[in-house]
């Protein structure tokens, strides 16, 4: 089993930052990481993607360019530098570990075995 809790949302005005990290326990060998997030009334929507051993890293086109998602693996975290943002990416974050190998699913949140309850951010205009 792997737990994940997200930390670091909240409220912050369009163009400004923030910070979300995923602390991972329990077993936590060799998991991909993944960023979703849901707006209300929308679906859920993928944002980034980590691979474990290489840090291969992966982005949905709405943040591409402006989010970065990094991992510590000494610390089981990853985290999801988020800039420039906009009110659109007004959503609730969560992150997401798989053991599959096969990147090209990443985007998918089926592809997932684990989920964090996730965490409200909210982008004023």
């Known amino acids: 089993q792997v737990q994940l809790v997200e930390s670091g949302g909240g409220l912050v005005q369009a163009g400004g930052s923030l910070r979300l990290s995923c602390a991972a326990s329990g077993r936590t060998f060799r998991y991909a990481v993944g960023w979703f997030r849901q707006a209300p009334g929308k679906e859920r929507e993928f944002v980034a993607a980590i691979t474990w051993s290489a840090g291969l890293t992966y982005y949905g086109d709405s943040v591409k360019g402006r989010f970065t998602v990094s991992r510590d693996n000494a610390k089981n975290t990853v985290s999801l530098q988020m800039n420039s943002l906009k009110p659109e990416d007004t959503a609730v974050y969560s992150c997401?570990?798989?053991?599959?190998?096969?990147?090209?699913?990443?985007?998918?949140?089926?592809?997932?075995?684990?989920w964090g309850l996730g965490t409200q951010v909210t982008i004023s205009s």
């Open positions: 997401a570990a798989t053991i599959s190998p096969y990147t090209s699913t990443y985007d998918r949140p089926g592809t997932y075995n684990y």
